[in-house]
C-alpha cells in the first residue's frame, strides 16, 4: 500500500490504534518491539502514526509482513 493511497483517509485515530496494539503483539514474536509507536498528528487527512513520523501505509505494510511471516509465506509476494 502507498502512502498516498486514498483509502488510508478513511481510518479513524481508534483504529489506527488498535493496528499498532497488534503490530506490538505480533511483532514480539520476531523480536520487533516499538514501546514508543503511537499516533501523531494529522496531515493531508491522514493520521501519522510516529515510529518517526511514518504513514499509516507504514503500520499497514509492516502488519501485513507479520502476517506473512507468521503463515509462512516468503516476503516477496
Not at 21 to 49: C, M, N, Q, Y
Request: proline share 6%.
Amino acid at each position: 500500500m502507498k502512502p498516498t493511497d486514498p483509502r488510508v483517509r478513511y481510518y479513524t485515530e481508534a483504529q489506527i490504534k488498535t493496528l499498532i496494539i497488534e503490530v506490538h503483539e505480533r511483532g514480539l514474536k520476531f523480536g520487533l518491539v516499538w514501546p514508543s509507536a503511537t499516533t501523531d498528528t494529522t496531515l493531508d487527512g491522514r493520521v501519522l502514526v510516529r515510529f518517526n513520523t511514518a504513514p499509516v501505509t507504514t503500520l499497514l505494510n509492516l502488519l501485513n509482513l507479520l502476517l506473512g511471516a507468521e503463515r509462512g509465506d516468503p516476503c516477496d509476494s
